[in-house]
């Protein structure tokens, strides 16, 4: 970090506005607000933040879908060296019970209601249950939208106004104390696998987005559409931090809706899209795509990682619009450790997840033995980065798992580099299968089945078995309901294609894969769904 500027959240907003002044920044359901208008606002969340007794160090959560009061908060908390806590809002009372104890947090801001799901009511369950450890630390509960909230809690109009009594020296006073080193931002995993790891970031993130936007060619004359949710990295860094260091307007949206995507992509003339492979399938698969004018998208920007991924790679490069550019990342490093380039080929834009940005080595190693392994060999992907988690929260024991003692981060993804030094990511090493003793890697089956006709999806997981160890279950997404003689049909559709130990033992249809709030399929959750529907118990 030596070379590069170092801000914090609150300075870039700053800095943003003696830029771009009062040029929009962020448009939202058909309102605008400049860059001017959200230091403004931002400024009028610190004050009431420092009105209810927050200070410097002190964890804020944020629990709402997107919009713009998101936004104020985020840099609100920054301005006075709070630690921002974004809530996944698909959480409901046990775990958020979990993330708001294990945390700590002084502060939460929520939305009383969006669509069906009462937030306000689920923290008031939280509140009142008997959980071990309580709410203890939770001083302050403010709400957007409420008609009424209970005593002791705030309404959104009530917790502005108490700001109107600090001043602005008072503010700016706090805005010098903070740093860029300091913790900023604390993530926490989606406990697809075992309980929620809260990650814990500085300022240091401007410099990854920074990076990124210098490879994407981003100015201010971009238009992204963001309808990743914010309390995810990705749509973290590439939605107000973006906007924030380039000047690229935002067309911040509620959450996702492929047809209200494309609506927007043509209206507001969007040059820039980010998402996953969910979220560009939907769009490829949308009745309006056709309709839809989308002559102004110049890049999109994907995970591309297991095999399975690629033909929606290739599809997304020839039908959605503009060049299409892979990359890597995860919540511990970022969202693009790796990013590819603009004049890549169809190749490297599809079938890698891009080349390291400035700043990341990686490295592949055996796991077993933890040996580097040479260019074009597979095994657990490595990274040594600035951007690294400064650790997970009140828990050392998985730190030090996750980063060994030369400060290599240990991402459990199974890749390769190739002779250039560009990433394939090809799954998650964690989620391999040992089949009698040998290793088989889901994304091999799941890519080979996607080649029948009648499959659409597929995944590949184990099923404790007391004799293979995993016992390979095949769960398919088809085009029509299969019948039993259609099962046998898949069955020997691998006879003589694949190894005995690789073919399935057990294959299932279901009508979709469970995924996360971001788009990803819940790979642990299909799992145990696939162990209900074969009645085999979990031993």
Not at 4 to 17: I, M, N, R, Y
Not at 63 to 88: C, K, Q, S, T
Not at 267 to 276: A, K, L, N
Not at 521 to 537: F, M, V, Y
Request: charged share 25%.
């Amino acid at each position: 970090m030596e070379w590069f500027t170092k801000q914090t959240f609150g300075e870039l907003l700053d800095s943003a506005v003696e830029r771009f002044g009062q040029r929009t920044a962020v448009t939202f359901e058909g309102c605008h607000l400049s860059f001017d208008g959200l230091r403004s606002a931002a400024q009028q969340v610190a004050r009431g933040l420092v009105s209810v007794g927050v200070t410097r160090g002190d964890i804020v959560a944020l629990w709402m879908d997107n919009r713009p009061e998101w936004l104020h908060v985020e840099f609100g908390a920054a301005y006075i060296g709070a630690i921002l806590l974004p809530v996944n809002t698909s959480l409901r009372e046990k775990d958020l019970g979990y993330v708001l104890r294990h945390s700590r947090c002084s502060t939460i801001v929520l939305a009383a209601q969006s669509g069906p799901t009462a937030y306000q009511s689920i923290l008031s369950d939280v509140m009142g249950s008997r959980e071990e450890g309580g709410l203890g630390s939770l001083r302050n509960v403010v709400v957007l939208d409420a008609k009424d909230v209970p005593d002791g809690w705030l309404c959104w109009e009530d917790f502005l106004s108490r700001g109107d009594g600090v001043s602005e020296t008072e503010v700016l006073s706090r805005t010098r104390e903070s740093s860029a080193d300091d913790s900023a931002l604390i993530m926490y995993t989606s406990g697809t696998t075992g309980k929620p790891k809260g990650v814990v970031h500085s300022h240091h993130a401007i410099r990854n987005v920074t990076d990124q936007a210098n490879r994407l060619g981003v100015t201010e004359r971009d238009i992204t559409v963001m309808f990743l949710p914010l309390f995810h990295a990705y749509g973290f860094y590439e939605g107000p931090l973006l906007t924030l260091i380039t000047g690229a307007r935002m067309v911040l949206m509620r959450r996702f809706d492929p047809a209200k995507t494309l609506e927007a992509i043509e209206t507001e003339r969007v040059t820039m899209s980010f998402g996953f492979v969910t979220h560009f399938s939907d769009l490829l698969n949308c009745p309006s795509l056709g309709s839809t004018d989308r002559s102004s998208l110049r890049v999109s920007i994907m995970a591309v990682g297991p095999i399975a991924m690629r033909p929606i790679a290739y599809a997304t490069q020839a039908r959605f619009g503009g060049k299409f550019v892979s990359g890597f990342g995860m919540t511990e490093i970022g969202p693009c450790a790796s990013l590819g380039f603009l004049d890549e080929d169809a190749y490297h834009s599809c079938e890698t997840s891009g080349y390291p940005l400035t700043g990341y080595a990686f490295k592949v190693i055996d796991p077993e033995s933890g040996r580097e392994l040479d260019r074009g060999s597979q095994g657990e992907v490595l990274v040594q980065t600035y951007q690294a988690t400064e650790g997970y929260l009140h828990d050392s024991e998985r730190t030090a798992e996750l980063i060994d003692e030369q400060g290599w981060l240990h991402t459990g993804d199974l890749g390769v580099l190739d002779s250039a030094g560009y990433l394939q990511i090809l799954g998650r090493y964690k989620d391999q299968l040992r089949v009698g003793g040998e290793n088989v890697d889901p994304s091999e089956v799941e890519a080979f089945f996607l080649e029948h006709p009648s499959i659409t999806d597929a995944l590949l997981v184990g099923i404790p078995d007391e004799r293979l160890g995993d016992a390979p279950c095949l769960c398919v997404i088809a085009r029509e309901t299969l019948s039993d003689d259609s099962i046998d049909e898949l069955t020997a559709f691998a006879d003589g294609k694949l190894a005995a130990f690789k073919r399935p033992r057990y294959i299932i249809q279901l009508e979709s894969f469970p995924t996360t709030a971001t788009g990803k399929i819940e790979r642990h959750t299909t799992k145990e769904l696939a162990i209900e529907r074969l009645n085999l118990g979990t031993g």
